[in-house]
T-cell receptor
Framework: GQQVMQIPQYQHVQEGEDFTTYCNSS?????IQWYKQRPGGHPVFLIQ?????EVKKQKRLTFQFGEAKKNSSLHITATQTTDVGTYFC??????????FGKGTMLLVSP | DADVTQTPRNRITKTGKRIMLECSQT?????MYWYRQDPGLGLQLIYY???????NKGEISDGYSVSRQAQAKFSLSLESAIPNQTALYFC????????????FGPGTRLLVL
């Protein structure tokens, strides 16, 4: 079945440093989504990428979808303590359901 | 999202007991899902339903069953709970026209002793 791999599993940064998490799929995706889960909370939808090579920005967050639609990345510029949480990518193929990566836990020290 | 609610929020039960986790939504979505979250394992799909008459197994359905009582309600049952079912359980909904963007409930933390 479809697999979505996400690295790193965990990253600890100092406030102000940049952070990137990477997502790779074993199959070509129709779209990829990113979610954020704060400690003790539930996953919350951040963004969806659909087109090959697509790049979207949300303030300090930059999301990319690879040309082959099999990989994606989330980059946070100048992290803040409010960025703490686990970031999940989730891919979908055709009419299947979402397959989530295992997530990257981000810890930001002030 | 307050539009997706789960009850109970926390539950402690004993091995062998039958328990039910309930999910309700006011978003008007047709699609509903149950996920299990264990530390470091991400979100694993247990069951999903695309409408009231549709039930599908996910990747880890063994030991679980579901019921879609109405468009707004989707319940998850553990027929005979075992300790390795201790986990955080999330219900989610999506709209068929929204390319599967999912909206999660607050979660139910389950401990099986």
């Amino acid at each position: 079945g479809q697999q979505v791999m996400q690295i790193p599993q965990y990253q600890h940064v100092q406030e102000g440093e940049d952070f990137t998490t990477y997502c790779n799929s074993s199959t070509t995706l129709s779209n990829i989504q990113w979610y954020k889960q704060r400690p003790g909370g539930h996953p919350v939808f951040l963004i969806q990428l659909v087109k090959s090579g697509e790049v979207k920005k949300q303030k300090r967050l930059t999301f990319q979808f690879g040309e082959a639609k099999k990989n994606s990345s989330l980059h946070i510029t100048a992290t803040q303590t409010t960025d703490v949480g686990t970031y999940f990518c989730a891919g979908i193929t055709g009419y299947s359901t979402l397959t989530f990566g295992k997530g990257t836990m981000l810890l930001v020290s002030p | 999202d307050a539009d997706v609610t789960q009850t109970p929020r926390n539950r402690i039960t004993k091995t062998g007991k039958r328990i039910m986790l309930e999910c309700s939504q006011t978003k008007g979505h047709d699609r509903m899902y149950w996920y299990r979250q264990d530390p470091g394992l991400g979100l694993q799909l247990i069951y999903y339903s695309f409408d009231v008459k549709d039930i599908n197994k996910g990747e880890i359905s063994d030991g679980y069953s579901v019921s879609r009582q109405a468009q707004a309600k989707f319940s998850l049952s553990l027929e005979s709970a075992i300790p390795n079912q201790t986990a955080l359980y999330f219900c989610a909904t999506s709209d068929w026209g929204d390319q599967e963007t999912q909206y999660f409930g607050p979660g139910t933390r389950l401990l099986v002793l």
